[in-house]
């Protein structure tokens, strides 16, 4: 039998979140596709609700880390900024629209979820305030810009439209335009 780590039952557990909703992560199914017994999943995580907190970590840590790094105080070029946060956007880059969606699916059913989600939304929104900052905008409107970029790109996930990375390129700067009032931001 091969030996598992708590990054296997993690990105198993991650996958099967993605792949068939939370109902599907259980011990059991785990450590079935894993082809272990349950012993090991309890040695790592104790229970399942320590597996789901660590997953909810797992989402805002991948899903909100390339937008830190983008949005870092350090950084002032908000046209560079604006810039790279659409393409990992239109990329996927360091960021997963279905592991977003399933963690937002999750969240309607459970309160908890939702205050997590609420806080990640929040600070998705405050450091996308930043890049507008960093574009010359006042605070109140950076931060509506801010907002209506986020709401439009939750949404676009959150409808499963799908459309070529070609054709979201080609798009981009009417979406600039639209978001930053410049077809290429400064």
């Known amino acids: 039998m091969v030996k598992r780590v708590r990054d296997d039952w993690l990105d198993l557990a991650r996958?099967?979140?993605?792949?068939?909703?939370?109902?599907?992560?259980?011990?059991?199914?785990?450590?079935?596709?894993?082809?272990?017994?349950?012993?090991?999943?309890?040695?790592?995580?104790?229970?399942?609700?320590?597996?789901?907190?660590?997953?909810?970590?797992d989402w805002r840590a991948i899903?909100?880390?390339?937008?830190?790094?983008?949005?870092?105080?350090?950084?002032?070029?908000?046209?560079?900024?604006?810039?790279?946060?659409?393409?990992m956007w239109?990329?996927?880059?360091?960021?997963?629209p279905e592991y977003d969606a399933a963690v937002r699916d999750w969240a309607r059913r459970a309160p908890k979820v939702a205050r997590v989600v609420r806080r990640v939304d929040v600070e998705r929104i405050r450091l996308i305030t930043r890049i507008f900052r960093n574009l010359d905008f006042r605070p109140a409107e950076a931060h509506i810009r801010a907002?209506?970029?986020?709401?439009?790109?939750?949404?676009?996930?959150?409808?499963?439209?799908?459309?070529?990375?070609?054709?979201?390129?080609?798009l981009s700067p009417m979406y600039a335009l639209v978001l930053t009032g410049s077809r290429h931001p400064r």
């Open 15 to 57: 996958e099967t979140l993605i792949r068939a909703g939370i109902e599907a992560v259980s011990v059991q199914r785990l450590s079935r596709r894993l082809g272990v017994t349950r012993g090991g999943f309890y040695g790592y995580f104790g229970t399942r609700d320590r597996l789901l907190a660590r997953l909810l970590q």
């Open 90 to 96: 239109i990329e996927d880059q360091d960021y997963s």
């Open 147 to 170: 907002r209506i970029t986020y709401y439009h790109q939750v949404g676009y996930y959150t409808l499963a439209v799908h459309e070529s990375r070609r054709t979201r390129r080609r």
């Open 63 to 87: 899903n909100t880390g390339a937008l830190r790094r983008i949005a870092a105080p350090a950084r002032k070029d908000g046209a560079v900024q604006i810039n790279e946060l659409v393409r």
